[in-house]
């Protein structure tokens, strides 16, 4: 079983910047893809941004193209989202999640139902 934590979240001004870490326990972490998702108020879930295993391929929602960068340290056994430009629509509960059935795969899933591991989220808030 794998526990993912995210911390990093937090209240923000326009334009500024906050790095969200997750961080994996249990074993195999380097072999499974991993995706960033949000929920803002009264909103359903969505894809952010995703990683393949080996960091190597990266995926972005369009809205957050250029502004955010997802990462990996396999040796650390973390995920992070790098975001940058920040918006007040970017103001949601970040949620990590890790794709456990498809080891060493080049599938990145792009949607909830590509991941089965979830973290319990982290919130930011942008403020204008």
């Known amino acids: 079983q794998v526990q993912l934590v995210e911390s990093g979240g937090g209240l923000v001004q326009a334009g500024g910047s906050l790095r969200l870490s997750c961080a994996a326990s249990?074993?195999?972490?380097?072999?499974?893809?991993m995706g960033w998702f949000r929920q803002a108020p009264g909103k359903e879930r969505g894809f952010v941004a995703a990683i393949s295993y080996g960091g190597g391929n990266t995926y972005y929602v369009d809205s957050v193209k250029g502004r955010f960068t997802i990462s990996r340290d396999n040796a650390k056994n973390t995920v992070y989202l790098q975001m940058n430009s920040l918006k007040p629509e970017d103001t949601a509960v970040y949620y990590c999640?890790?794709?456990?059935?498809?080891?060493?795969?080049?599938?990145?899933?792009?949607?909830?139902?590509?991941?089965?591991?979830w973290g319990q989220g982290t919130p930011v808030t942008v403020s204008s």
């Open positions: 999640a890790a794709d456990l059935t498809r080891s060493y795969s080049n599938y990145v899933g792009l949607g909830e139902r590509g991941y089965d591991s």
């Open positions: 249990g074993r195999g972490f380097s072999s499974y893809a």
